[in-house]
């Protein structure tokens, strides 16, 4: 079945340029050069209808560069993002319109990514208006009605961003995605920054929605119980590479990258009451020097010489699941 969305072999670089000062130390034999950091490496990634795709990682892991690049806001440096199959780079007049308007996007802080000089109408109303979904003469009814499916009162289209609270700015972030009728919303942290009550209240609406307008959902989130909880699928990604992906109940119930492992073991739970918890060793590597071959092998007690060399393939391991590391190859 062909995805609605598939990444390909998708990487991200980014540079940091030398600035006028930098460029005179090294003229004058400073040992100054320009610092490449690789944020995504060789991703491949699908979601497809009705689907909802959890990608989860620990902060700086290239989750939300990934996500960006699938909504189409970042280009990749390498790689191919398809919707339904063509190539989206390809697209041209209205079909690229369309591939674009069916990917959107909730960003981790809807205070920063709302337009504070606009009022609840507009910023829920542009674009449908822009784009011919909805005429213009129609477009309170329609905001109206888009604010009352994510759970906020219609009276609340004429006030500004600063007006609400951290949970109902998120809601009209959400309302604002749904206005050009997506068939796929990329949730960045979409919950991270709000309280336990507002968390559950939020993803009951990303479910409901789910349910009644068959959306798909790639929600990308640090937070396992949260990903756990509303997922299909789970990708785990760690220094810019997928290291394991799975169906949720049997990813949480036997991981098996190192990893993967070492998270879920280290996730607070209720049914593990009065248990002592610890970080998993080491420190992240820097993504400027990453170490050669796996990754995780600086912080992976299972660690081989093959590992210190050698990077690991994403391989299949079982119907459904796949997984990048070299304890799959042993006896």
């Known amino acids: ?31 100054v050069a320009e610092e490449t950091v690789v944020a995504v490496d060789r991703v491949d990634l699908a979601v497809h209808e009705r689907e909802v795709v959890g990608l989860v990682g620990e902060s700086g892991c290239g ?21 339904r199959g063509r190539r989206r780079d390809t697209l041209k007049g209205e079909a690229a319109v369309a591939a674009a308007l069916a990917v959107q996007m909730i960003f981790q802080n809807p205070f920063a990514s709302l337009n504070p000089r606009l009022r609840v109408r507009d910023i829920v109303g542009e674009a449908p208006v822009y784009h011919g979904i909805v005429a213009r003469r129609d477009a ?7 604010l009352r499916r994510v759970g ?3 009276a609340y289209a004429d006030r500004y961003p600063h007006q609400f609270s951290g949970g109902q700015r998120q809601r009209i972030g959400i309302a604002r995605a ?6 796929l919303i990329v949730c960045d942290e979409a919950v991270a920054a709000l309280d336990v009550s507002i968390q559950a209240q939020v993803l009951n609406v990303f479910i409901r929605l789910r349910e009644e307008l068959g959306l798909a959902y790639l929600f990308i989130s640090h937070d396992l119980g ?22 949720t109940e049997e990813l949480f119930a ?21 248990q002592s918890y610890a970080p998993i060793v080491g420190e992240i590597p820097s993504p400027l020097d990453p170490p050669r071959g796996c990754h995780f092998h600086p912080r992976c007690r299972h660690a081989m010489d093959r590992c210190r060399q050698e990077a690991p393939a994403l391989r299949q391991i079982a119907r459904g699941r796949v997984s990048a590391c070299h304890l799959n190859d042993q006896p």
């Not at 749904?178 to 068939?183: D, G, S």
């Not at 990903?227 to 290291?243: F, N, P, T």
């Open 226 to 247: 949260v990903v756990e909880h509303i997922s299909d699928r789970v990708a785990v990604m760690y220094l810019g590479r997928i290291v394991e992906m799975a169906p």
């Open 254 to 274: 036997a991981p098996n990258h190192p990893y993967t492992r070492a998270l879920i073991a280290e996730a607070p739970r209720l049914d593990r009451r009065g």
């Open 1 to 31: 079945m062909t995805p609605l969305l598939e990444c390909r072999g998708i990487s991200k670089r980014f540079t940091k340029r030398l600035d006028l000062a930098a460029k005179l130390a090294r003229g004058l034999g400073a040992a």
């Open 140 to 146: 309170g009814s329609y905001v109206a009605e888009l």
């Open 178 to 183: 749904l206005a050009v009728k997506p068939e």
């Open 152 to 154: 906020l009162d219609p």
């Open 63 to 83: 989750k939300s560069t990934l996500g960006r690049i699938a909504v189409g806001v970042l280009p990749p440096d390498q790689g191919q993002v398809l919707y």
